[in-house]
């Protein structure tokens, strides 16, 4: 019995005081078995001895009246004083074992019973314990699997990286320096560091061979062509070699029937033997026909897949830089078409608030449609594009032009850092993106949720609420 050792200490305690004399009184008899039953036995056996030994000399005769006394005799003895007092013997001696072994199997189920609920006590606290111990264990080596399969995901890495491009191999090798092996890999935190170095070095070796491979690709498209034409002129030349390897067949099959006629005449045994030379020629020259086409299949295949390479590479090629051109192009046509728009539609607005402020200031707005007017220094400049330099318009439009240069000039050489909010703080009042486009001012860029604006564009946003000011005062002043 293996028990825990606290559980050896306390039944040690217990065995000390069973190991001290008994009272007299409380010993218990203990029998040899075997002693006991030949003790028992030993009367009968002893008389059995005797009887035999008288019987081995007698000669049963039951045929005369001494003879059948004498038969009667020793049966009654060997009977009566052997077998019948041998059984009576046994059962007077078993009564009491008997009587004894169910008296011990009563006291030990009584024991049992009472020795249960204190043995399962303690029995269920080791088993818990054993339990819980399993249980840590499992989860050790469940965290232990997990960790192993890190790791073996991070050396298989190279693996998946192989035929991939150098790009997807140098975010593969990224994402794996970002990957730092911390202390929940335990006791294999230097395994795991350790395949992650490997893992590094194996995925640089990979980067730097697939930019060699892909800067090699380039090269052999170049040089496929030439391939092409020199595998042409080794189909030619297997071609010819082929057809001389057909003439000389026919020739060897011709002399083979030719001397095998002959022998045929001649001799069977040499017919048979000729017969096999020229079949043995024939399948060597098979096999070799066999050879060359499948040689010529192959490269007329592998000069197609080149034919094809080549002309898918070219057809992507063109029409990307034909997608490129248009977008420049309609990119071009449509950032001149708006920016020629939002300043004809500026210098027309400047135009009509100049002339709206002028006929309010001078209590003229119910003659407001009726009145001829000049043309404004916006309109004289739009009408000017055959002057490019404005030498040939009015003093105000030329001013005009000369700001709307300079203005043109600033936004395309200086980026966008005006915002929203900042033009709000200057003129005193919340202005939004929405209302800012109302006037022609679109955001030249934006930040993240903020829009930007050229600083040189300020002055002509100030004209521009001007005009919408001057312009809403008039409508509802009519």
Known sequence: MNNHPAENEAVGAVAIQADAPAPAASQLITLDPAKYVAEVFKPFIDKLAILKAEADAITPDASTTAGMDICIKYRAAFRDDVRIAGEKARVERKAPILIIGKLLDTKYAELKVEVAPYEAKFDGAIEAEKKRKEELKAAEAARAEQIRLRIAAIRELPLQAVGQSAEVIAK????????????????????????????????????????????????????????????????????????????????????????AALVAEQEAAALRQREAQAAELKKQADAQAERNRLEQAEIARQRQELLDMQADAKAKADAEAARLVEAAAQAERDRVAADTKRQLDQQAADTAAARAAALVEQGRLADLADQPTSMAPADELADAKASPDGSDLSPAAQDLFEQEGAANFERAHTPPTLRLGQISDRLGFTVTASFMESLGFAPAATDKAAKLYHEADFKSMCAAICRHISAVQIKHAI
């Open 172 to 259: 593969m090798s990224a994402a794996l320096e970002v990957d730092e092996p911390d202390e929940a890999f335990g006791a294999m935190l230097d395994a795991a560091k350790v395949a992650r170095a490997e893992v590094l070095i194996k995925l640089a070796a990979l980067h730097v061979a697939a930019t060699e491979t892909e800067a090699e690709a380039a090269r052999i498209a170049a040089e496929r062509a030439e391939l092409a034409q020199l595998r042409e002129a080794a189909a030619e030349a297997k071609r010819i070699a082929q057809e001389e390897a057909d003439r000389v067949t026919a020739e060897r099959q011709a002399e083979d029937q030719r001397r």
